[in-house]
């Protein structure tokens, strides 16, 4: 079963207009939820987290949503640019379970 | 800093043939762990490392073997190549502590392995 999903496996959006990734959750344990963005030939690399005692987390151009209630996150990029054409993966651990439990992927494609 | 290091990036093999893929780390990061992605899925944990000396099993870690002998190194062995272990494979290591939150990871760029 997939504790994390993302159901999304690409989006595309304009340059300079919000893209808004989602993620859902089963497992209410989760403590920690992350964002990480991969280029084509490279390693994915950490963009922003939140811990589930917050509902929102905000870095620069990047804001991550938790919706406890719902077990749903989602990433606004705010405004989108070419650079931002990349795999978004959201994952998730426990507090005692320190193991990333990892969704999918949404190919995010930025349109000029 | 070179960050995490792999070595090498692509490899192809044979069936029942074996081969290790290296990762090294020049971050001092106690927490070290072996990925596999594959199409459509997410990234699943074959085996990680708390430290050196103490090596654990993920989530698909049958043929696959590792072993954590500095801080620095933690290689992935395939003892007996197959088709179903064509995957890319990425090494992450972390400054992970239980009191420390969200496990961030640092990922290497990854090994591209076909087994024919």
């Known amino acids: 079963d997939q504790q994390v999903k993302q159901n999304s496996p690409s989006l595309s959006v304009q340059e300079g207009r919000i893209s808004i990734l989602n993620c859902d959750y089963t497992?209410?344990?989760?403590?920690?939820f992350l964002w990480y963005k991969k280029y084509p030939a490279e390693g994915p690399t950490f963009l922003i987290s939140?811990?589930?005692i917050k509902d929102k987390n905000e870095d620069g151009r990047f804001t991550v949503f938790l919706n406890k209630s719902a077990k749903h996150l989602s990433l606004h990029i705010v405004p989108s640019q070419p650079g931002d054409s990349a795999v978004y993966f959201c994952?998730?651990?426990?507090?005692?379970?320190?193991?990333?439990?990892w969704g999918a992927g949404t190919k995010l494609i930025i349109k000029p | 800093n070179a960050g995490v290091t792999q070595t090498p990036k692509f490899q192809v093999l044979k069936t029942g043939q074996s081969m290790t893929l290296q990762c090294a780390q020049d971050m001092n990061h106690e927490y070290m762990s072996w990925y596999r992605q594959d199409p459509g899925m997410g990234l699943r944990l074959i085996h990680y490392?708390?430290?050196?000396?103490?090596?654990d099993q993920g989530e698909v870690p049958n043929g696959y073997n590792v072993s954590r002998s500095t801080t620095e190194d933690f290689p992935l062995r395939l003892l007996s190549a197959a088709p179903s272990q064509t995957s890319v494979y990425f090494c992450?290591?972390?400054?992970?502590?239980?009191?420390?939150?969200?496990?961030?990871?640092?990922f290497g760029a990854g090994s591209r392995l076909t087994v024919l």
């Open positions: 992450a290591s972390s400054y992970w502590r239980l009191t420390s939150g969200a496990n961030v990871l640092t």
């Open positions: 994952a998730a651990s426990g507090d005692s379970n320190y193991q990333l439990i």
């Open positions: 939140i811990s589930s």
């Open positions: 497992n209410s344990m989760f403590d920690y």
């Open positions: 490392s708390v430290g050196a000396g103490i090596t």
